[in-house]
């Protein structure tokens, strides 16, 4: 069960309008990395948890207050567009200033929201729940919330970067102090589970049912061969379970595969004129 306490968890107050950053500051919210995305990731993953314990509570502690970051967000935005001109554009643009705000904001925060937030990106792309990861296997899990976090943080530095309002930096400089801590946390998470489980996911997979001859070797499929100079290409495997190799010129195992023809009713170019083309020869008329 949620509450609802409807005191922000943080400031979220600009010092002036500016619905063009309104529209930047959409994608820390409903973009692939953004708010919406991290809260409901981790609660799926917290909801699917078979069992109570340490990494439940964690997830559902992350994800509650990733909800408690969107309403930030929200809040920020909706202030961000007081006073966005939404009248007549012919007489709002006679003022340069206007003018260049009119160039750059998004027109659906005034016909479509109100002059309020959205579950989109700072290009309109609507939020998908395809953004969000919640395999089951926490160690797989726990290395996406890793990326997300840092990902979401990168956003919110650069658009740390992109303002002079004091008020908006102040809020953008606690969440990314917390993306700090959620990154800490997911790490210490993986850390932990690897020491319990290995470093490969699932480890529950039985290694002889693998191609083993594989299993730790680096193919050089790329001009050049720095590569090889990698700690992922000599010595003991992460996983410690094997010795990693390079080989320079890999041969491939196989020889050029030949497809059957498809059926008539398919209706697919005929093998001849394929075989005519593949050899540079132009198809008889």
């Not at 643009?93 to 260049?100: G, N, S």
């Not at 990154?183 to 049912?209: D, G, H, M, R, Y």
Request: charged share 20%; with cysteine; proline share 7%.
């Amino acid at each position: 069960m949620f509450f609802h306490r409807k005191e922000l968890q943080y400031h979220a107050k600009p010092e002036r309008p500016d619905p063009l950053f309104a529209k930047q500051l959409q994608e820390i919210l409903g973009g692939q990395f953004g708010e919406i995305s991290v809260a409901l990731q981790y609660l799926f993953q917290g909801w699917n948890v078979r069992g109570n314990g340490k990494y439940k509570d964690l997830l559902m502690d992350t994800g509650t207050e990733e909800l408690a970051h969107i309403e930030m967000l929200a809040t920020m935005i909706a202030r961000l567009l007081d006073g966005a001109p939404v009248g007549d554009l012919e007489e709002a643009a006679k003022d340069p200033v206007i003018a260049a705000i009119l160039g750059g904001m998004n027109p659906q925060h005034a016909i479509v929201s109100g002059l309020g937030a959205m579950p989109a990106d700072s290009v309109g792309n609507k939020w998908t729940a395809d953004y969000i990861i919640a395999s089951g296997n926490l160690l797989a899990d726990f290395r996406a919330n890793l990326n997300a976090e840092s990902q979401g943080r990168l956003q919110a530095v650069r658009l740390y970067e992109a303002t002079s309002d004091p008020g908006v930096k102040d809020m953008l400089s606690w969440l990314i102090a917390r993306d700090r801590m959620h990154q800490n946390q997911w790490i210490a998470a993986i850390k932990e589970l690897e020491a319990k489980e290995n470093v490969v996911v699932p480890s529950t997979f039985p290694k002889e049912l693998e191609k083993q001859e594989v299993s730790y070797t680096l193919f050089n499929l790329s001009q050049g061969n720095k590569s090889a100079t990698g700690r992922w290409a000599h010595g003991t495997s992460m996983d410690g379970l094997g010795t990693f190799n390079y080989v320079e010129n890999p041969v491939p195992c196989t020889k050029k595969p030949k497809l059957n023809p498809a059926p008539p009713y398919i209706h697919d170019t005929l093998p001849s004129v394929l075989r005519e083309n593949n050899g540079l020869i132009p198809p008889s008329l």
